[in-house]
């Protein structure tokens, strides 16, 4: 039993938030927003080059074969800077299910160009119906009632839904199923399915652990400046607690997130239950954090101008993303209520 | 990260186990705020102690097995799982005693800890005093050095002291400088409770019951020998006794995870009246993840803590964390059970009633003692998060 990171996961985190907070700055998210592909290609390929697209990726692909625990914490600091481009996307859902498909050819089609930073895929499922950057996807993996398909965006019609987020570029794709698209149906193709909202609701969780973080670090630093009445804002009782409530509840979601991230490497029964619980508690911090960060920058966290609102529109879009409150809670209430001698003191690890 | 136990880990637990099938009594004690029931509670420390289970933390030659963080997480876990008395000298094994080892003289470990150990002397705390709550730092109680530097003379009042009604020993802050101002000039000092000059008088508290008491020193005299740590150290020796109380010794996960078991077992047993309000399902859901939250983090924590790790500010969001928990897992109980919720359990129609009232009226003061949870928010406002102080 060891709950710890190891130095190496850690000097990693540290190396890529080191690189994502000097390139994914503010200005260059709202570049994106006014920009036709809504997308950085340029960073992409540095994100390859730094490995991370191909981190998922078994070695023999060109890969370097990690877990989503290795993940976890690159996750979480990817929506510290509320990166726009898909890399979990395609590194925590497309990979692994390309994987767990297990089709020889498609696997060899696919996976060195992931690895490399020249393909993409996109992922849709009925949890998560709006294909997020479908458009620079070169395959798309679909939900079909219960069956899976692997469609080339080319076969596909696209329709743009804007989002509250600038930053989301979602699509509501329209195409025919085929017997030559279907790589899966029947229980494989129902135990895909809940993988892969595995691994998008987890990707999600960990993202909103940093989005809650940024929050934090944001209104930390404005309620410090901002004077009223001759001294800080962040001096006052009032302003404190509603911060100190968005710490005491990002504190308790850290560990169900890594514990899902556990789950999930290592194919445990419980990861619906687990991924579930970790989505909603890291949610509902990111979400804590918006309501508690506009109401302390007053004015200025209603305006287009201050950042704030690019990582709290992200934390409300993820809240419903990669199923919402609704199918999350169904999971850990069918998990629990079924048998309660199941839960308890002792029970937490298998 | 390697989330699954070791064969040795597991083999403890099997004998943490076994031990408590065999000793812990079938028929619950009485509460230990009641004299039969405070000397129920006392032999059972000693049967905990003669079995070697009494302080699991503790160095082996002082009667404990040495166990690290996370043998004592799964001990908590198979202790609350058998439902094992309440520690009633809580205030001794996992506050005092920690702080004797780290702070005390070879002679008074020699002295207080066997004693503590086998439940034969039972400690209370006496911080708080009429003008000193959440801002502790105003004690006034005073303890003048004679002037042949053998004892202190005690004189002023300590209040809200939990067990002090019927405990031994106290251990506590006072003045020894009366120049001095707030945190500076105080000093940490262990009374016996039978001295001349001392006046104890019971509080009732929210059930009724005295567990907690005022106590009143007239021209106490205690030897300087009862002095922990230097004189005027007693504000750095208390902090340390306040970072385990708020930190993990005394709040096991295992106490929040089983209330949250009877929790579900009650929501499945009430269904059908449960379901008229669409809250309380939720509520007892969340029940079971903020639980499980506390228990996956201190599991964390401890990870973090035996790879060499300190334990920080985090210290207040946990006590806001279990405290809150604690007291909405006994309030969605109460909405569960309905018009019996008000019932004592002793009434003759209070049928299904457990012991949710005693808890609920318990949850109340989570948020109160230990540094109210108002504290503890500006606490991580200004420690942890950096925020302006005035």
Not at chain 1, 1 to 30: C, G, H, K, P, Y
Not at chain 1, 112 to 133: S, T
Not at chain 2, 56 to 80: K, S
């Amino acid at each position: 039993m060891d709950f710890t990171f190891t130095e190496d996961q850690l000097l990693f985190q540290e190396s890529v938030r080191d690189f994502l907070v000097n390139e994914v700055t503010a200005e260059r998210i709202r570049a994106r927003w006014d920009s036709e592909s809504g997308r950085d290609q340029a960073l992409w390929q540095q994100l390859a080059e730094l490995g991370l697209t191909g981190m998922t990726v078994p070695e023999e692909c060109g890969g370097l074969g990690l877990s989503s625990v290795d993940f976890i914490l690159l996750a979480q600091e990817c929506g510290y800077v509320a990166l726009p481009e898909p890399l979990l996307e395609n590194v925590l859902v497309a990979v692994p299910t390309l994987i767990d498909i297990a089709d020889a050819g498609l696997n060899a089609q696919w996976l060195p160009k992931i690895a490399a930073g020249e393909a993409r895929v996109a992922v849709g499922v009925d949890a998560n119906p709006f294909v997020e950057d479908a458009d620079a996807a070169d395959l798309l993996l679909l939900q079909y009632g219960e069956e899976l398909h692997a469609v080339p965006t080319t076969e596909t019609s696209l329709t743009r839904n804007p989002s509250v987020d600038p930053s989301r570029r979602l699509f509501r794709v329209d195409w025919q199923p085929s017997s030559v698209s279907c790589v899966a149906s029947g229980e494989s193709a129902a135990g895909l399915i809940e993988m892969m909202v595995n691994r998008g609701a987890l990707a999600a969780a960990a993202q909103a652990l940093g989005l809650a973080q940024r929050m934090i670090d944001l209104a930390v630093a404005y309620t410090s400046e901002r004077q009223q009445f001759g001294q800080p804002i962040g001096s006052f009782q009032a302003v404190k607690h509603h911060m100190a409530d968005i710490a005491v509840r990002l504190d308790y979601a850290r560990a169900p997130v890594y514990r899902a991230a556990w789950s999930v490497a290592h194919g445990l029964d419980t990861a619906s239950r687990d991924v579930s619980h970790a989505k909603l508690v890291a949610c509902e911090a990111a979400d804590l954090a918006a309501q508690h960060t506009i109401q302390v920058h007053g004015a200025m966290g209603y305006t287009w101008e201050v950042d704030l609102h690019i990582f709290m529109k992200k934390a409300w879009a993820l809240n419903s993303a990669w199923g919402d409150a609704g199918l999350h809670k169904q999971r850990v209430g069918d998990a629990i209520f079924g048998d309660a001698r199941s839960i308890g003191a002792g029970g937490t690890f298998p | 990260m390697e989330l699954n136990f070791t064969s040795e880990q597991q083999a403890f637990r099997q004998q943490v186990r076994q031990w408590l099938a065999a000793h812990v009594p079938a028929e619950p004690l009485a509460s230990f705020d009641t004299a039969a029931g405070f000397q129920q509670h006392r032999d059972w420390e000693a049967t905990l102690n003669k079995g070697r289970w009494g302080m699991v933390t503790w160095p082996e030659d002082l009667g404990g097995r040495g166990c690290d963080l996370i043998e004592w997480l799964i001990f908590e876990e198979e202790y609350w799982r058998a439902g094992a008395p309440l520690r009633v000298n809580q205030n001794g094994i996992f506050l005092l005693g920690p702080t004797l080892m780290e702070y005390g003289t070879d002679a008074q470990k020699a002295e207080i800890l066997p004693k503590m150990a086998t439940g034969e002397e039972v400690w209370a705390q006496g911080w708080s005093e009429p003008g000193a709550g959440s801002d502790m730092a105003a004690i006034r109680s005073r303890a003048d050095l004679s002037e042949d530097g053998s004892h202190y003379v005690i004189n002023g009042q300590k209040t809200w002291s939990t067990r002090a009604v019927w405990a031994d020993q106290c251990f506590g802050m006072f003045r020894t400088d009366p120049e001095s101002k707030r945190h500076r000039g105080l000093t940490f000092i262990l009374v016996p409770l039978n001295l001349e000059g001392i006046t104890v008088r019971p509080i009732p508290q929210l059930d009724g019951l005295p567990g907690f008491a005022e106590i009143f020193f007239d021209n106490v005299k205690v030897p300087v020998e009862r002095r922990l740590g230097g004189e005027g150290e007693g504000w750095q020796v208390a902090m340390a006794t306040a970072g385990f109380e708020r930190g993990l010794m005394l709040r096991s996960p295992a106490r929040f995870q089983e209330t949250a078991r009877r929790l579900v077992q009650l929501y499945r047993d009430n269904r059908e009246s449960a379901d008229r309000d669409p809250a309380i399902r939720d509520r007892v859901l969340r029940a079971y993840m903020d639980a499980e939250s506390y228990c996956l983090t201190t599991y964390q924590t401890a990870s973090r803590l035996m790879a060499g790790g300190k334990i920080g500010a985090e210290s207040s969001t946990n006590k806001i964390f279990w405290s809150e928990l604690d007291r909405n897992m006994h309030a969605t109980a109460m909405s569960i059970l309905g018009a019996r919720a008000e019932l004592l359990p002793h009434a003759p129609d209070a049928e299904g009633v457990g012991t949710w009232l005693d808890g609920w009226l318990f949850s109340q003061s989570g948020p109160i003692y230990a540094g109210t949870n108002e504290i503890q928010r500006n606490i991580i406002a200004e420690r942890m998060l950096g925020m302006p102080r005035v």
